[in-house]
């Protein structure tokens, strides 16, 4: 139970930031949807897709590897650290450069022609992000959750401070509407025909001014590449590349060649970049569900290498998937029975309501790549990293068989079920091959029923419609609040045993005082 508490304070605190972080930067939604049009967005939404795609491949999985060798191989987590961050500076600056000069080909490529800046601004933006990847990690292996949280916290707000600047201010001033003494100034570098493009350099300027302050709080390191030192961490690290393309898939499939699959004219009155910008808007709705997976992910792996020489560790990752399809599920429940609430505070242009219908498959479709990452510690404390290769394949198979076969017939939902079935048959497949390397007692078939019965609740909420608002808001929350009580009836011996640990504490600590 005490690795238990610990696993949940650190992840409060990685909760926490993220919760506000991404909050904050969810603010932006309704930003883009109200100062740009369609076309802009649903370049936002391609370009940013292809930006998580290649930070996987930037940091090719060596935040896992760093994990690993410094805390579970007995060797001295500076050594690794200096290895690993130096492998990285040099493989993401000649990445980052290659890149930079192909910029002018790749806007061609994607048809973004005479805009190749913004793909010189992407290779900026992957090199730095490359390198505070390691020292953000080194920070989560020392604990020091709050320093990462603040950290990440800042740079969320310099990026969100830039896009109001660039996007909202500036805009106000150049069309006269405020301060009219400012016009001149803002006038001398304002593109008033930039959308993207700010989104993008905001992004540039925020890591640029975060960068010094990570390698600060990192400390100094020594630059030194050894190869008999890293190689057994790069065998390690490869196959992890694989995995982390896992986590992105659906970002570059389903939203990235989501344009280039829906056919011409099949939303009357919007272009093929236009409606990917109406899926982009409400994939990113989702995001309420991605951010507790991501506060997950950041305390949990530490935490299951930590945990990977206890020899009840199997109990203790059982529990810790059961309590996370839980509170996860409800949550799924809580946001779908309140997507007519939720959807138009965000999605403020007109058209973006097409597209609400998806977001239940999205939440669901992100609640298994959850349970993915929680499965996964399997092959990555077995050293059989190799299997993330094979899983991520059929996971992208699956989602290029489904993208180009659903899209052209259901449109936004094709790309929504995309997501849902490539994280669910990856989600399979990893289940099944780790019960037989490294046996874990999940209550798969308890897991099962509440994922299918939260489904259901959630849709059926989310399709309720009322004439009176007020009734309309308390019988979809009546949905949500039952499948509250029904956790509770089933799980009151799990929640009777924490309530007594808890009160049993209580009363030992003002025993003690």
């Given at each position: 139970?005490?690795?238990l508490?610990?696993?949940?304070?650190?992840?409060?605190?990685?909760?926490?930031?993220?919760?506000?972080?991404?909050?904050?930067?969810f603010l932006?939604?309704?930003?883009?949807?109200?100062y740009?049009?369609?076309?802009d967005?649903?370049?936002?939404?391609?370009?940013?897709?292809?930006?998580?795609?290649?930070?996987?491949?930037?940091?090719?999985?060596?935040?896992?590897?760093?994990?690993?060798?410094?805390t579970g191989?007995?060797?001295?987590p500076?050594?690794?650290?200096s290895?690993?961050?130096?492998l990285i500076?040099?493989?993401?600056?000649?990445?980052?450069?290659?890149?930079?000069?192909?910029?002018?080909?790749?806007?061609?490529?994607?048809?973004?022609f005479?805009?190749?800046?913004?793909?010189?601004?992407?290779?900026?933006?992957?090199t730095?992000?490359?390198?505070?990847?390691?020292?953000?990690?080194k920070?989560?292996v020392?604990?020091?959750?709050?320093s990462?949280?603040l950290t990440?916290l800042?740079?969320?707000?310099?990026n969100?401070g830039?896009?109001i600047?660039?996007?909202?201010?500036?805009?106000h001033v150049?069309?006269?509407?405020i301060?009219?003494?400012?016009?001149?100034?803002?006038?001398?570098?304002?593109?008033?025909?930039?959308?993207?493009?700010y989104?993008?350099?905001?992004?540039l300027?925020?890591?640029a001014?975060?960068?010094?302050?990570?390698?600060?709080?990192?400390?100094?390191?020594t630059?030194?590449?050894d190869?008999?030192?890293?190689?057994?961490?790069?065998?390690?690290?490869?196959?992890?590349l694989f995995?982390?393309?896992?986590?992105?898939?659906?970002?570059?499939?389903?939203?990235?060649?989501?344009?280039?699959?829906?056919?011409?004219?099949?939303?009357?009155?919007?272009?093929?970049?236009?409606?990917?910008?109406?899926?982009?808007?409400?994939?990113?709705?989702?995001?309420?569900?991605?951010?507790?997976?991501?506060?997950f992910?950041?305390?949990?792996?530490?935490?299951f290498?930590?945990?990977a020489t206890?020899?009840n560790?199997?109990?203790?990752?059982?529990?810790v998937?059961h309590?996370?399809?839980?509170?996860?599920?409800?949550?799924?429940?809580?946001?779908?029975?309140?997507?007519?609430?939720?959807?138009?505070?965000?999605l403020r242009?007109?058209?973006?309501?097409?597209?609400?219908?998806?977001?239940?498959?999205?939440l669901?479709?992100?609640?298994?790549?959850?349970i993915?990452?929680?499965?996964?510690i399997?092959?990555k404390?077995?050293?059989?990293?190799?299997?993330?290769?094979?899983?991520?394949?059929v996971?992208?198979?699956?989602?290029l068989?489904?993208?180009?076969?659903?899209?052209?017939v259901?449109?936004?939902?094709?790309?929504?079920?995309s997501?849902?079935?490539?994280?669910?048959?990856?989600?399979?497949?990893?289940y099944?091959?780790?019960?037989?390397?490294?046996?874990?007692?999940y209550?798969?078939g308890?897991?099962?029923?509440?994922?299918?019965?939260?489904?259901?609740?959630?849709?059926l909420?989310?399709?309720?419609?009322?004439?009176?608002?007020?009734?309309?808001f308390?019988?979809q929350?009546a949905?949500?609040i039952?499948?509250?009580?029904?956790?509770?009836l089933?799980?009151?011996k799990?929640?009777?045993?924490i309530?007594?640990?808890i009160?049993a504490?209580?009363?030992h600590?003002?025993?003690?005082?």
């Open positions: 139970m005490s690795q508490k610990k696993l949940a304070g650190q992840t409060a605190i990685y909760g926490i930031s993220s919760i506000l972080g991404k909050t904050i930067n932006l939604i309704p930003i883009y949807t109200s740009l049009p369609k076309e967005v649903g370049a936002f939404t391609v370009i940013y897709s292809f930006i998580a795609f290649f930070n996987v491949i930037f940091t090719f999985g060596m935040e896992t590897a760093f994990f690993r060798f410094s191989k007995g060797l001295d500076r050594r690794v650290y290895n690993v961050q130096s500076i040099t493989t993401s600056l000649s990445l980052g450069a290659l890149l930079y000069i192909s910029a002018v080909p790749l806007a061609d490529l994607l048809g973004y005479g805009k190749a800046h913004l793909f010189r601004w992407v290779a900026l933006i992957l730095i992000d490359a390198l505070m990847a390691i020292p953000f990690a920070l989560r020392e604990g020091k959750a709050l990462f949280a990440k800042l740079n969320i707000g310099l969100v830039f896009n600047f660039f996007i909202v201010f500036c805009h150049y069309m006269g509407e301060l009219p003494a400012l016009q001149p100034t803002i006038q001398l570098f304002y593109q008033a025909h930039w959308g993207v493009d989104i993008l350099l905001s992004n300027l925020a890591n001014l975060i960068l010094p302050l990570v390698f600060y709080l990192t400390g100094k390191f630059f030194v590449v190869k008999a030192f890293l190689t057994p961490m790069w065998h390690y690290a490869v196959p992890l995995m982390g393309l896992a986590g992105v898939t659906n970002e570059v499939f389903s939203r990235g060649l989501f344009e280039y699959a829906l056919p011409e004219g099949f939303y009357e009155g919007l272009s093929k970049r236009e409606a990917g910008g109406v899926f982009g808007a409400n994939f990113r709705l989702a995001i309420l569900m991605n951010l507790i997976i991501q506060a992910k950041y305390a949990a792996e530490p935490f290498f930590q945990q206890n020899k560790n199997p109990v203790i990752f059982a529990k998937m309590w996370f399809i839980l509170f996860c599920s409800l949550l799924m429940v809580a946001v779908t029975v309140n997507l007519d609430i939720i959807g138009p505070l965000f242009g007109e058209g973006y309501e097409k597209g609400l219908s998806i977001v239940p498959v999205l669901l479709g992100y609640l298994f790549l959850g993915y990452y929680n499965l996964s399997w092959f404390i077995t050293d059989k990293t190799k299997y993330s290769l094979y899983i991520t394949l996971g992208a198979a699956i989602t068989v489904v993208v180009f076969t659903l899209i052209p259901l449109g936004f939902m094709g790309a929504a079920l997501t849902l079935l490539s994280y669910m048959a990856m989600s399979v497949i990893c099944v091959i780790g019960q037989k390397y490294y046996p874990v007692p209550q798969a308890r897991g099962i029923f509440y994922l299918s019965l939260a489904f259901l609740l959630g849709y909420g989310f399709g309720i419609e009322l004439e009176n608002p007020i009734w309309e308390v019988v929350n949905v949500a039952a499948y509250a009580g029904i956790i509770v089933m799980e009151k799990e929640l009777y045993l309530l007594q640990s009160f504490k209580n009363v600590a003002s025993k003690s005082n």
